[in-house]
């Protein structure tokens, strides 16, 4: 939040470290949760669904950013890894009964092997190269799932679940499963903020800059580099296994390649290498096929079109829209919505006296 | 045997056709070190192109592919000087995820304006294979074949022999060497864009007159990466070994295994045969081996 240093002395180690060291920063940290968390008092269903939508994009775009935007490993498999998550806690819930707030980790885990199995290849290769082995790893892994019916459940690779519940209550409306995502996106976040400020996270970064530099200084490239396909993989892992809490259902179709492409697209309009950003991606990424609809039926509505004319038109529109947004984002602001929202604080920061 | 010789020959006439688009993409990487996930979009957008005059507009066949090849070398020229040009210099995801985005108009613009239905273009080729032996050859392939043969010879000799072909080499070796002895290092981005558009164009007629035109037709674009890693990133004849090895040997595959597994090896086979080429030898046959120990 908006930082105002003046006048605040770091006179303890704890201090120092602390996450909002700033007075006013760590109110506004509390006002943002205060609001997350009466959210549901203010919105209907249908908006409610909209915010679940936002943090559950959240959660795999943080994960991401830590490998693309703090490690610099570029990734095309993020819709892989999250489908291996949501099969994983679909089977678990569906088949061996296991309740979804243990389900999570456990999808977490078992993606985070599966991720670092293919991060081996970042041992040899990096960059473009990288980009296409994960390219492959979304091909891989989609055909193993579709192809093995005791993971997909056999026709249309589909899985059903019942739904979760925790205690006795069951996560049935728009406002619950709110509550069941929040805390777990709550945790990602922290927990990515904590991480990239630790040892390993200035590990990853120093791998990020300049890999030979990071080797002499004696970072273990290799071992980062598979932690941050391993961490990476685990939010990924996370956040397919909420989906499938939350929609109920397992199936490939949500996360194809056109999946991953998001989720970088998420990272890069919100800004690599921040897990602001990232959640500024999330939001923008998922918020504007909406926004769109919501343009273009209003505008066919005044030239008389129904809506059914137009749903093709939409759909191209969509991705026009977004292939254009991203070349507009890379051309004219490359460190995204980040950099955006940083102006805005350096601005206030000594305002209005800022000379 | 005859089975596998049957699968292997329609498997190179296919491969044919992948070494054709990736030739334009290893072009574009080599001169501008770009790595165009745009490609595929390139091919449909020839296919497009193709399929709205011939057949939405009626025009000559003649004609059409005159007009078809202007278009795809202005399209190039287009990309890299409003696209590609204000990001000189930035980092690979960057550029990466700017060709992404680029395909990603491609893809709404042609289902925009062309509709999402598979459109077909009508060539003036025999549709019974030949028997060659007990090798079946169906004459679009030989025919795409025998173009994809053309060009890569043709572009062969402009690479060995012109000026522009030399100076390309050069910039792609080192830009700022080449811009000191006053190679126009623009131009030459400019034109690597054009001939892989041309390059997609051609491959988007006769994989079009395949498969029928609608924007599956991008799909290629992906099949692009294993031939190219296998053959070496920033090689020419490499990209034309890999793509002739990725169309034999995932033809042959999926004859074998595909019974086994209910189909689909064709979309999968080729990226295994990619991770293990990328784990033994990243810089593939023909590349340039960058030795860098991290």
Known sequence: MINRECGVYKTTYEG?????????????????????????????????????????????AIGLNILVGFTGQVSLGQGA???????TAAILTARYDVPFWLGLPFAGAVTAVVGMFFGIPSLRIKGLYLAIATLAAQFIIEWVINHSPWISGGAQSTIYIPTPSLFGWAINTEFRRYYMILPVAAIAYVAALNLVRSRVGRAFIAVRDRDIAAELIGVDVFKY???????????????????????????????TLATSVQYLAMIIIGGLGSVLGSVFGAVFITLLPIVLVYVVEGGASL?????????????????????????????????GLYRLWGNVRRYFRLWPFSY | MAFFADLVVNGLMIGAM?????????????ATSVVNFAQGELVMFGGYVAAALVTLYHVPLVVSVPVLLAAMIALGFGVERGVLRPLVGQNVISVVMVTIGLAQVFQGLAAMVWGAQ???IPLPIRLDPYQIWEVYISPINLVAAVISGMFLVGFAYFFRRSRMGIAMRAVANDQQASMAVGINVRLVFALSWAIAGLAAGIGGVVWGNMLGVDTHLALVGLKVFPAVILGGLDSIPGAVVGGLLIGAIESAAAGYIDPYVGGGTKDFFPYVLMIVALMIRPYGFFGREIIERV
């Open chain 2, 118 to 120: 598979t459109i077909n």
């Open chain 1, 225 to 255: 580099k598979l932690l941050a396909f391993g961490i990476s993989s685990f939010y990924a892992g996370v956040a397919g296994a909420l989906w499938t809490y939350y929609l109920k259902i397992a199936n490939y179709e949500h996360f």
């Open chain 1, 81 to 87: 890894f999250m489908m291996v998550g949501s099969y």
């Open chain 1, 16 to 60: 120092d470290m602390a996450l909002y060291p700033v007075p006013l920063a760590r109110y506004s940290a509390l006002a943002a949760l205060a609001v997350l968390l009466l959210l549901p008092v203010a919105l209907d269903s249908h908006a409610m669904a909209l915010v679940n939508l936002i943090t559950l994009a959240a959660i795999g």
């Open chain 1, 303 to 335: 030239f008389g079109f129904q809506y059914a004319a137009i749903a093709d038109f939409l759909a191209n529109l969509r991705l026009i829209i977004f292939g254009t947004l991203i070349i507009l984002f890379l051309a004219i602001e490359p460190e």
């Open chain 2, 18 to 30: 992948y070494a054709l688009v990736a030739l334009g993409f290893v072009l574009i990487y080599k």
